[in-house]
């Protein structure tokens, strides 16, 4: 309820709670928690349950609740107490009030007859619940001459159905058809939805059940079943099977008696519609789940509610009168004052959308480099027999082409709505994918390295070479990146947060990394091997070949870590959907810097100087440098 108030900025509200001892704890608990969230009473109102309508109490109260400064009432409390609110709502009209109900009211949706209602547009919060098995069939399949020792089916029947089955004797009442059923009940009549009553009642027949069978299961081992038949047990016998007892019930809820059990609890919020006259349904606009991880237990679809008459400003309603207040009021972090600081207006949620032009940017460049990548890949492919392609390892700039694509394109699930699973996949995405290339580009400079130092005489590590275990840093250095990322997982992953105060106006969702210090360590291992990879290329840049690429991956690796020393104290310095804007490109910057710095000489020579990629060319470069070398000798 808390959350519901602080979602629309209602924080003046008044109050109705039956006379009793149930109305005394809710009334105690919600103020304590009222206090805690800035929220105001503008009255409180304590029912007793009478039997005489319209005493002169109960005019007080009617007159109350019309003059009420506070547009947003909180109902709870027994039927037997609030049925003096029901029939007040009923013959004494209140517009432009939202009635916020604690439980599902029977009763009130089906009074509603008149086009103007003053619980349309109201709220009603009860526990998520599954239909009942075998409900339904019961319904279709069943009459009173089934059960004629129950007497309040029958009562049940006649009241909704009008009719009296075959061979009963009601007077006047009509005969049903004989494919006459409880399925068959008007619009506003729903006995497939559990009330919250009789949901918990269905939760404790169970819980009673497994409890007995526990308790059979135990005397059965005890002694004989014939024994067990015959002592039926007291009801305090079962009271440590009870406490024990734990079972999922039809609505995937885990139900348990245990007090010291945290229980999980899920809430569907109702909204109350009766448009047009005497439809009086509940329909679902959002639900609440308790102790869900990262407070987002809060989940509304504002599109779907339907509010009272005259409730136009749905957010600004409750705020109360505080012109030239003694005392300020700080808005909640989901709203903004006004110009006048007068008023609380509702914040805009925001994001890096695709439809924004710094997403759709990011996104056209993202697709294009690796539209390019795949290019390059078909190219080296349809050329793999030539010495360019051949040399420093085909199988591994293969790799690294393909490796190259997902580093491009993970920068997608950094652009949209953020949701639970785009938040884990950004990181994780990023840190094996990017590992891959960097990995490889590591094994391309040993390659190198061992590719000459076995044409020195004396050298006897050919079998390195030739038995690719250059290759083998790919996969090792990659499950290292993935236990990193398995422990980031285990102890604090990503998940979706709000960020209310970095741009004015706005509630920006982003995606929290949860533990900084597992990125980080994912980010730093990350850099460590890109440093390695640019030292040992940087070693080899001068060896003596002819299509030695380490001048090139060293330039690479040099793109690479600027471009990431670069984005720490700048994505520090950012906030909001700017900051996802930065590391998107520094992704899709150095992922560019790899394809463009080791491929594009490549390219450059596959395409427009065919020539030199061949063994006369080859031939020709070789004596050319063989002729310099001894110039400058």
Known sequence: MMSLLLHFGWTWVAIFISEDMKGELFLRDLKAEMLKKGICAAFTEKLPATKIMYGPSDINFMARIRVSSANVHILYGE?????????????????????????????????????????????????????????????ATSNPSRYPEDFYFSKLWLSFLECSPPGSFCGKIGVCSPNTSLQFLPGNIDLMTVSDSSYFIYNAVHAVAHALHQRLLEETE????????????????????????????????LVSLDEERRHLAQYDIKNTVNFPAGLGLLVKVGEFVSGSPHDEGLVINEERIEWPVGFTEVRLLSIGDTTDADQCTRCPTHEYPNRGRDGCLPKTVDFLSFTDPLGMALICTALSFSALTAAVLGLFVRHRDTPIVKANNRALSYTLLISLLPC???????????????CILQQITFGLVFTVAVSTVLAKTITVILAFMITKPGQSIRWLLVSGASNL????????????????LGTSPPFIDTDAHSEHGHIIIV?????????????????????????VAFLARNLPDTFNEAKFLTFSMLVFCSVWVTFLPVYHSTKGK????????????????????????????????????????????????????????
């Open 511 to 535: 995606c929290n990394k949860g533990s900084l210090a597992a990125f980080y360590c994912v980010l730093g291992y990350l850099g460590s091997l890109a440093l390695l990879s640019f030292t």
């Open 222 to 253: 005890m002694c004989s079943p014939e024994c067990a038949q015959q002592h039926r047990p007291l009801p305090w016998q079962l009271h440590p099977f009870l406490k024990k007892t734990e079972f999922t019930n039809s609505a995937g809820s």
């Open 79 to 139: 039927v037997g107490s609030l049925i003096t609110v029901d029939i007040a709502a009923e013959f004494y009209l209140t517009t432009g009030k939202v009635w916020i109900m604690t439980a599902k009211w029977d009763i009130v949706v089906y009074e509603m007859n008149h086009m103007l209602h003053s619980f349309h547009g109201g709220f009603s919060l009860s526990p998520h619940n599954a239909e009942v098995p075998g409900l339904r069939q019961f319904l």
């Open 578 to 633: 700017v900051m996802v804007a930065v590391e998107v490109f520094s992704i899709l910057a150095s992922s560019a810097g790899l394809l463009g710095c080791i491929f594009g000489p490549k390219c450059y020579i596959i395409i427009l100087k065919p020539k030199k990629n061949s063994v006369t060319g080859l031939k020709n470069k070789s004596n050319l440098k063989r002729n310099r070398h001894s110039s400058s000798f």
């Open 408 to 422: 491009f394109l993970c920068t997608l699930l950094f652009i949209g709505r953020p949701n639970a699973a785009t």
């Open 473 to 488: 840093v790919i996969p090792i250095c990659s499950l290292i990146q993935i236990i990193l990322c398995a422990v980031w």
